[in-house]
T-cell receptor, first 113, second 113 residues
Framework: QKEVEQDPGPLSVPEGAIVSLNCTYS??????FMWYRQYSRKGPELLMY????GNKEDGRFTAQVDKSSKYISLFIRDSQPSDSATYLC?????????????FGQGTRLTINP | ETGVTQSPTHLIKTRGQQVTLRCSSQ?????VSWYQQALGQGPQFIFQ???????GRGNFPPRFSGLQFPNYSSELNVNALELDDSALYLC????????????FGPGTRLLVL
């Protein structure tokens, strides 16, 4: 069993829709929960992160962490075609710059105009 | 732009050959990590270097090795290439610290024939 599981999609939605992306994990030691966005032919870029449990909002993006269920989510409101990318969840026990970030498989998202 | 550059962008090698991939980090980023991203998968941690010393390693064999230099550049060396080594190789750098973001380069795409 992988430490982090993420549905690879692909996911295709119309512009303006609310998008929900999810990951589950098995390692209770994870404390930092990150969402990266990766455009084609680019490296991943950090979108937002949450430390421990709870919600965090940044503009159209909301990250949620439920440690009791070992489940994290990223919601995108009013989705735009420019949001089309692969979204990767990543986790670590000791920080954003930790020795080992554990990534999910990535979900490929397409927003259709 | 993340300020992290990688070279070359693409590379084709044959099985059994050796390859060296290069990364140039931002000034002041004394920690660099290397990841392997197979097609359709999330990045997998290879190893991390801190101030020119290996500071953690993932589940990769010893034929994957690295170097970090005082000028914030680093190398990933892979000996005895195998077909399964075909992937996007990403480096990521950070100043270190739990809340310091890792910045990824665009990657080097390696194809082993």
């Amino acid at each position: 069993q992988k430490e982090v599981e993420q549905d690879p999609g692909p996911l295709s939605v119309p512009e303006g829709a609310i998008v929900s992306l999810n990951c589950t994990y098995s390692n209770s030691a994870f404390q930092y929960f990150m969402w990266y966005r990766q455009y084609s032919r680019k490296g991943p870029e950090l979108l937002m992160y949450t430390y421990s449990s709870g919600n965090k909002e940044d503009g159209r993006f909301t990250a949620q962490v439920d440690k009791s269920s070992k489940y994290i989510s990223l919601f995108i409101r009013d989705s735009q075609p420019s949001d089309s990318a692969t979204y990767l969840c990543a986790m670590s026990a000791s920080g954003l710059g930790a020795q080992k970030l554990v990534f999910g498989q990535g979900t490929r998202l397409t927003i259709n105009p | 732009e993340t300020g992290v550059t990688q070279s070359p962008t693409h590379l084709i090698k044959t099985r059994g050959q050796q390859v060296t991939l290069r990364c140039s980090s931002q000034s002041g980023h004394n920690t660099v990590s290397w990841y392997q991203q197979a097609l359709g998968q999330g990045p997998q941690f290879i190893f991390q270097y801190y101030r020119e010393e290996e500071n953690g390693r993932g589940n990769f064999p010893p034929r994957f090795s690295g170097l970090q230099f005082p000028n914030y550049s680093s190398e990933l060396n892979v000996n005895a290439l195998e077909l399964d080594d075909s992937a996007l190789y990403l480096c990521a750098s950070t100043r270190g610290g739990a809340e310091e973001t890792q910045y990824f380069g665009p990657g080097t795409r390696l194809l082993v024939l």
